[in-house]
Nanobody, 115 residues
């Protein structure tokens, strides 16, 4: 399984970014896809996940600001991040698996929100 993320970068507080993750190599490993993040000195935390059927789950800290979606035909998952805050600064990792917890990971993409 290969997961390739894109879309990270530097943005001002209140701005938006869209992360993308393209998966390949094992269709049964993509039943659940999601995004985790890890800030310096903190544990990796689940941001959002989505099943092949479209069921979503979000961390309380991003509800109402982030939206996860996927294109099953392309095995691609997206994370639309709006109203970004400085505390959203982290390395964001795309993950996939047959179920939770996710078992395959991308290399990560840096998101930096300046206040």
């Amino acid at each position: 399984v290969q997961l390739v993320e894109s879309g990270g970068g530097l943005v001002q507080a209140g701005g938006s970014l869209r992360l993308s993750c393209a998966a390949s190599g094992g269709i049964f490993s993509f039943n659940v896809m999601g995004w985790y993040r890890q800030a310096p000195g903190k544990q990796r935390e689940l941001v959002a996940s989505v099943t092949r059927g479209g069921s979503t789950n979000y961390a309380d800290s991003v509800k109402g600001r982030f939206t996860i979606s996927r294109d099953n035909a392309k095995n691609t998952v997206y994370l639309q991040m709006n109203s970004l805050k400085s505390e959203d600064t982290a390395v964001y990792y795309c993950g996939s698996g047959f179920t939770m917890p996710l078992s395959s990971w991308g290399q990560g993409t840096q998101v930096t929100v300046s206040s």
